[in-house]
Nanobody
């Protein structure tokens, strides 16, 4: 299983970015895909996750600003990030959790300038 993430970049505070992550390989249909991030000097933290059967969970810090969505047919998950803040800066990692195993993408850098 491989995860390929894209969409990071530099944006001013208040701006928007959209991250994408496509999973390839043999993937069981029942799974959870989502995004985690790691800021400088911080531990990796959950941003948002989405289950293949429906339902999503967000970190409190991004609720009402970020939206996670997925295309199960394409094994792809998206993260629409609006009203970005400098504290959203970090490396964003795509995650696929399936049958008790976690897979990680390579990370994509999001930088929000004030």
């Amino acid at each position: 299983v491989q995860l390929q993430a894209s969409g990071g970049g530099l944006v001013q505070a208040g701006g928007s970015l959209r991250l994408s992550c496509a999973a390839s390989g043999s993937i069981f249909s029942i799974n959870v895909m989502g995004w985690y991030r790691q800021g400088l000097g911080n531990q990796r933290e959950l941003v948002a996750v989405s289950a293949s059967g429906g339902g999503a969970h967000y970190a409190d810090s991004v609720k009402d600003r970020f939206t996670i969505s997925r295309d199960n047919a394409k094994n792809t998950v998206y993260l629409q990030m609006n009203n970005l803040k400098p504290e959203d800066t970090g490396v964003y990692y795509c995650n696929l959790a399936v049958q008790g195993v976690d897979y990680w993408g390579q990370g994509t850098l999001v930088t929000v300038s004030s």
